[in-house]
């Protein structure tokens, strides 16, 4: 039996949406485990939270971070599992909650920022460099690994990825808190 044919725009859309979330879904669970505090528990909030955001994407405003937009979702979905909780491991009123679910918020805002920026001084480092973060980070390689594969000490290693940390942190600080003779410059 055939299936009828999908229309294209909702294909598109599920790309985007699958996108969107799969970039920000680190900062949805942190979110979410700052008011839950239950891995295992978040766990199953942000498989509810996706289907949730996926049924209301036709809503969604591009023009917003799409973090933005999880957050107000994924903060009800935290409040609707504490009421439902008859006993909480750290008891809390709504004021608190509340309290901390806007702290978690505005860090969670930022993390947009902080990717386009770390994006964008990535790019000042050497190859070698983005190589060894790419392996250490990305590929989760072990710096004895990485020693071997290139044929290298370990301390090599090490020295490399101190450099290319120092070097992000430097760009990432420039930028974020520009100096007070640049500020003051007409």
């Known amino acids: 039996m055939s299936h009828p044919p999908r229309n294209p725009s909702e294909n598109d859309s599920q790309l985007v949406f699958t996108r969107l979330f ?3 879904e680190r900062a949805l669970y942190g979110f ?7 891995h295992g528990v978040v766990d ?3 498989q509810e939270l996706a289907g949730r955001l996926w049924k209301k994407f036709d809503q969604y405003d591009d023009s917003r971070p799409f973090v933005a937009w999880g957050i107000g979702f994924a903060r009800l ?15 809390m009123d709504d004021a608190t909650l509340n309290a901390l679910a806007d702290g978690a918020a505005d860090h969670a805002g930022q ?4 990717r386009d920026l770390l994006r964008v001084c990535m790019r000042d480092l050497t190859d070698r460099q983005k190589q060894a973060l790419h392996a250490r980070y990305y590929e989760e ?3 004895g690994e990485i020693a071997g594969l290139w044929k ?6 090490y020295k490399l990825l101190k450099r290319a940390h120092e070097a992000l942190l430097e ?3 420039k930028a974020m808190n520009p100096s007070q003779e640049e500020a003051g410059k007409p």
């Open 22 to 24: 799969v970039a920000n």
């Open 32 to 38: 979410l485990l700052s008011l839950v505090q239950d």
């Open 44 to 46: 199953d909030l942000l």
């Open 77 to 91: 979905l935290a409040f609707e599992w504490r009421r439902k909780q008859q006993k909480l491991p750290v008891p």
């Open 111 to 114: 993390y947009d920022e902080r």
């Open 141 to 143: 390689r072990p710096v």
């Open 152 to 157: 290298r000490t370990e301390m090599a290693v």
């Open 171 to 173: 760009c990432m600080q």
